[in-house]
């Protein structure tokens, strides 16, 4: 596609629930990566993709999130069992490689845990 | 997570006025990237440096890579209102890692 687009925009769940984060990246951009954003804080790195392999998953703050990517498009991150503390903003970026120095972004999955 | 050092955190400016911010880091940087991001939107690119000591502008956004690789400073000359908003610098190391820094929020006063 055009941009990298991210679904759904805004998401409330309740504690506990699990959720899917949908990424689509820019059409041919094979390094895919997510990024958390707290309300009025920083991005902070949570795993990137190299085509389908995840090579770095040390920003992922607990088991219970997981990431993939299949046919080196379309990613999903889950979260489960979700707490209080997952609020944020999901911030998925794509680049044409890893080694392209330039990152690309979605507009963001805003979760909200009740 | 590992975030850059970034300032001023914000500022509150007059239109029309020039504005400066960077980013320092005790690590060396292959790449430097300067974002804007609006209210409830990503971050999107605004200049992408890829050599110490380079300068290269956008309008009238100037950005440059340090000398040192270690940091890397944002200019934005005659200040409008649209230029609200948060920036942040990213420094690419090695082949995929990613640091951002912490945001400037910027204030433009009519």
């Known amino acids: 596609g055009a941009g990298v687009s991210q679904s759904p925009s805004n998401k409330v769940t309740e504690k506990g629930k699990d959720v899917e984060l949908r990424c689509d990246p820019i059409s041919g951009h094979t390094a895919l990566y997510w990024y958390r954003q707290r309300l009025g804080q920083g991005l902070e790195f949570l795993i990137y993709f190299q085509g389908n392999s995840a090579p770095d998953k040390s920003g992922l703050p607990s088991d219970r999130f997981s990431a993939e990517r299949t046919g080196e498009s379309v990613s999903t991150l889950t979260i489960q069992r979700t707490q209080q503390e997952d609020s944020a903003v999901y911030l998925c970026?794509?680049?044409?490689?890893?080694?392209?120095?330039?990152?690309?972004f979605g507009e963001g999955s805003r979760l909200t845990v009740l | 997570g590992q975030q850059l050092n970034q300032s001023p955190q914000s500022m509150f400016i007059q239109e029309g006025e020039d504005v400066s911010m960077n980013c320092t880091s005790s690590?060396?940087?292959?790449?430097w990237l300067w974002y804007k991001q609006d209210p409830g939107e990503g971050p999107v690119l605004l200049i992408a440096l890829y050599k110490a000591g380079e300068l290269t502008s956008n309008g009238r956004l100037t950005a440059q890579f340090g000398i040192t690789r270690k940091d890397s400073f944002l200019n934005i000359s005659a200040s409008i209102p649209s230029d609200v908003g948060i920036y942040f610098c990213a420094g690419q190391r090695g082949t995929y890692k990613y640091i951002f820094g912490t945001g400037t929020r910027l204030k433009v006063l009519a």
């Open positions: 690590s060396i940087f292959n790449t």
């Open positions: 970026a794509s680049s044409l490689t890893v080694n392209t120095g330039e990152l690309f």
